[in-house]
């Protein structure tokens, strides 16, 4: 059965205070790994794929790294704004086209 | 703009009472996802449909249906057998690549 596991449950930085979100994955045969940021009452928003082990992708402060068990969701300089859940999900081989297994989030506040 | 929309909002159902969610799509996108997510826990499928008139059942769909007649469309209905529906529902959906996006989602209490 395929599990995501995200840590930790919650995370509480100062502003500028830089820190990473992690995701553990047990999948078969991974065929992509997601992340999503979700503000409270809303649906969440689509930030990166990552496909293979040792890919990066950045947008604004946020850079997503990926190894063969984990992903990594790095967060350089944050700001109050930066304060939302944010949500790993993988889809895998060994499961119907497209589905994806969801981590329970972790939710970020940034104080200013 | 491309995107999904659910309707209501906000929804609130009686005891023994069925309520449809609405989603909608103009992505052309073939497949189509609803999601139940409670405080404190990650999403989980209800649904999912990867073409016109065919659906499959996801980890928790007792006591939900859906339908599939268009391409755009995937309306969700919370049935009296669900016995705790209050939770926030999304629908998502995909096209070529497994990357799903989702709508704003329907917040439905039981009264």
């Known amino acids: 059965e395929d599990q995501v596991t995200q840590s930790p449950e919650a995370l509480r930085l100062q502003e500028g205070e830089s820190s990473s979100l992690n995701c553990s994955y047990t999948?078969?045969?991974?065929?992509?790994l997601f992340w999503y940021r979700q503000d409270p009452g809303k649906g969440p928003e689509f930030l990166f794929t990552?496909?293979?082990a040792g890919e990066e992708k950045e947008k604004e402060r946020l850079k997503a790294t990926l190894t063969k068990k984990e992903s990594f969701l790095h967060i350089t300089a944050p700001k109050p704004e930066d304060s939302a859940t944010y949500l790993c999900?993988?889809?895998?081989?060994?499961?119907?086209?497209?589905?994806?297994?969801f981590g329970q989030g972790t939710i970020l506040t940034v104080h200013p | 703009d491309g995107g999904i929309t659910q309707s209501p909002k906000y929804l609130f159902r009686k005891e023994g009472q069925n309520v449809t969610l609405s989603c909608e799509q103009n992505?052309?996108?073939?497949?189509m996802y609803w999601y139940r997510q409670d405080p404190g826990q990650g999403l989980r499928l209800i649904y999912y449909s990867q073409i016109v008139n065919d659906f499959q059942k996801g980890d928790i769909a007792e006591g939900y249906s859906v339908s599939r007649e268009k391409k755009e469309s995937f309306p969700l209905t919370v049935t009296s057998a669900q016995k705790n529906p209050t939770a926030f529902y999304l629908c998502a959906s995909n096209g070529a690549t497994d990357t799903q996006y989702f709508g704003p989602g329907t917040r439905l209490t039981v009264l």
């Open positions: 992505l052309n996108h073939d497949a």
């Open positions: 999900a993988a889809s895998s081989g060994g499961t119907s086209y497209g589905k994806l297994t």
């Open positions: 990552l496909y293979s």
């Open positions: 999948v078969s045969g991974l065929r992509g």
